[in-house]
């Protein structure tokens, strides 16, 4: 694409931002009061993940931030005692000995905070990647118990996104929550001293802390909006990343000499982004000026009080050199609080995405019925009509038939006909928008969705290939007590047994050469592998969804050979667009639009006018080779 036609995108098209994204409004009305208030909640959040982990370690920390605070109270304390007895009266060496407890003391306070702070850094590096991994944990929990509808739903990405940034802060959340404890156990040590020395010098302080306070949390806002305003440009540079470096676009990015077009889309993207960031860090940057404009002139008015009562005579020499050191302890609490009060507000928000995802499965977890089906001998769908979230059409409409066990049923039709919807409803992986589809008699809206799907076996348009042993991309982890017999059965009649056998460890060979240094298989020897882990299920309900597009024509003959027998003990849907392999069909629904256009059998449909006969036709027309002589083929290939 030229820079031109660039320009002419219009805006809202590179923004990728969905339809229905609410985060951004979200994240706008976000204000510092309600952060305040679900601080608690989040920080208890967190404490309750940390506490399932390792409890011993939280009560360590806790502890050791209690005697920390304290021992800097002492330790404090111990001044006015030092100051009082060096500026007494009488020679040097009584004031020393006068002093030495109080000095005593000083030390001993100074060497437990700098022992606790030791043990205080090691039980947060224990603690903290265990919590983000459980934190991950507990959000791929999540993922795996939505709605498969949920990935066809705008904004449900975005949401996934933002979970997934949430429990990256988890861990920081953590250091977070340490930071505010220690600077509230060193304030409050300050403070009680310093109220101990006058009662007017602590709220003169906390009104000297506000300015900045306001200041970072609103710049801390900033920075969080610029990242949601960004989303979607982080989703389309993360999935460029992707595409640019993985193995299975590297030939096309080659071939098509795409290079230097996706480095340049790349570059622009990531330019807007970063302007959104300089934009975000230059409002936090004013922000701070002016919190730290205000700040300094509220401070300047707490030394001028001490001066006063200083010299006015209401505090001693000793009190106010102990103020002093009071002071700078509750000055630098204080900053730390805010810092980490504005700081534990930005991962609060991050950190609110993740609990909401966790808590609500990104408004999609799975909530049906508790009933478990059996195998199902009949499953009908009665007047189905599904619409995918945000389409504007149904992709099903008013879609009624029935299959059997023991009965090939073929779906064809064009492109976007809905076959695959249909599919996926027949097997409870959606459920319907309108209309019914039963399992004997069972809506599957009322079955168990897990036990539902242990009944079906699906070979998908687009198969997994999972980076595991070829075993285990077979039983899927599931091995059934058949054991390894059951596993070459199905690779017999999937034709994986070819495959399996060349691998250097049969069974045992992982098939991941790309990462793990295992072996790596052919397309066509893919799709055999995900034939085999379908034929393997012990399920009642099995679906082909394009199954021998990659396969070879002796692959393809055994596999429709052998899939009467597979029928009869289940249900078998076929989708294809080979319109030989359906006459293995006992019925076929031709489909168009979402609709049934025609059904009966292969020779019915043949035979009878109609959009079957007519793709019948377009598949079998020689007419465009045969306007080419076998000798002039003959010559081509000489
Ligand atoms: N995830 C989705 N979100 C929105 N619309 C979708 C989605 N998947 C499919 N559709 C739409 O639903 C319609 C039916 O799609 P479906 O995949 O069921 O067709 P199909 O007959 O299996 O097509 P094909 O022969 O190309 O595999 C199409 O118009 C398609 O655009």
């Known amino acids: ?41 989040l920080v208890g959040r967190s404490l309750q993940l940390v506490w399932q982990v390792d409890r011993r370690s939280v009560i360590g920390l806790l502890g050791c931030q209690v005697i920390s605070g304290a021992s800097q109270g002492m330790g404090l304390l111990a001044t006015t005692g030092t100051i009082t007895a060096l500026i007494s009266s009488g020679d040097v060496t009584h004031r020393l000995w006068s002093a030495w407890p109080s000095v005593a003391v000083m030390i001993a306070a100074a060497g437990v905070r700098a022992l606790l702070t030791i043990v205080v850094t090691w039980l947060s590096s224990r603690l903290a990647p265990v919590m983000a991994e459980e934190a991950h944990l507990l959000m791929l929990e999540a993922s795996v118990t939505t709605e498969l509808a949920a990935y066809d739903s705008p904004g449900f990405g975005d949401r996934r996104q933002a979970a997934e940034r949430g429990a990256d802060f988890v861990r920081d959340l953590l250091q977070g929550c340490q930071d505010l404890i220690s600077a509230m156990a060193s304030l409050a040590a300050g403070a009680a001293v310093l109220a101990s020395v006058h009662p007017v010098l602590l709220p003169l302080l ?24 960004t989303w979607g440009q982080r989703r389309m540079l993360s999935a460029l990343r992707w595409h640019m470096t993985e193995a299975h676009t590297a030939d096309q990015v080659r071939a098509g000499t795409m290079a230097s077009f996706l480095l340049s889309t790349y570059r622009r993207i990531a330019e807007r982004v970063n302007a959104s960031e300089r934009q975000a860090a230059g409002r936090g940057a004013l922000m701070a000026l002016l919190g730290a404009a205000c700040g300094g002139l509220a401070s300047g008015l707490v030394w001028a009080a001490l001066v006063m009562l200083l010299a006015t005579g209401r505090i001693s020499v000793a009190s106010a050199g102990t103020a002093v050191l009071a002071l700078r302890t509750v000055t630098s609490s204080v900053q730390s609080l805010v810092a980490g009060g504005a700081r534990t507000f930005r991962i609060g928000m991050y950190l609110e995405d993740w609990s909401t995802f966790v808590d609500e499965a990104g408004g999609y977890r799975l909530c049906r019925g508790t ?142 050469r790309e990462w793990l240094s295992g072996e790596e298989l052919s397309g066509g020897q893919w799709q055999r592998i995900a034939i085999a882990r379908a034929f393997h299920r012990p399920a009642g309900l099995l679906v082909l969804d394009e199954p021998t597009a990659a396969l070879d024509p002796r692959a393809e003959h055994r596999i429709f050979t052998g899939l009467r027998d597979l029928a009869a003990t289940r249900a078998v849907v076929l989708v294809t667009h ?48 045969a306007e080419r002589t076998t000798d002039e083929l003959t010559k081509h290939t000489v």
Not at 600 to 609: A, I, R, W, Y
Not at 618 to 623: G, I, M, P, T, V
């Open 206 to 229: 906390v009104l000297a802390a506000l300015p900045q306070g306001t200041a970072q949390v609103q710049s801390a806002k900033a920075a969080y909006l610029a990242v949601v305003r």
């Open 371 to 512: 009933l478990t089906p059996k195998d199902p001998e009949e499953i009908r769908a009665e007047n189905l009509v599904y619409r995918y979230e945000g389409s504007q059409r149904n992709a099903l409409d008013g879609v009624t038939l029935t299959v059997r066990r023991g009965e090939v049923l073929a779906l064809v039709g064009e492109n976007g006909s809905g076959k695959t919807t249909l599919s996926k409803l027949l097997t409870g992986l959606y459920v319907p928008t309108s209309g019914s589809v039963m399992w004997d008699g069972v809506d599957s809206q009322e079955m168990d969705p897990l036990a539902a799907w242990q009944r079906v076996a699906v070979v998908p348009q687009e198969y997994a290939r999972w980076p595991l042993s070829a075993r285990e991309n077979i039983t899927l982890g599931q091995p059934t007590p058949g054991g390894d017999a059951a596993v070459w059965a199905a690779c017999d009649a999937s034709g994986a047994d070819d495959v399996v056998k060349e691998l250097r460890s049969g069974l045992d060979t992982l098939l991941a």
């Open 1 to 41: 694409m030229t820079e031109a036609a660039v320009s002419e995108v219009p805006s809202e098209e590179l923004q990728f931002r969905l339809d229905g994204d609410s985060h951004w409004e979200a994240g706008k009305s976000i204000t510092a009061r309600r952060m305040a208030r679900s601080l608690p909640r």
């Open 578 to 625: 080979r319109l030989t392999n359906v006459a293995i069909a006992d019925r076929i629904i031709v489909l168009d639009h979402g609709r049934i256009a025609q059904q009966g059998t292969f020779d019915e449909l043949v035979e009878n006018p109609g959009l079957f006969s007519e793709l019948w036709r377009l598949q079998n027309d020689r007419s465009i080779p």
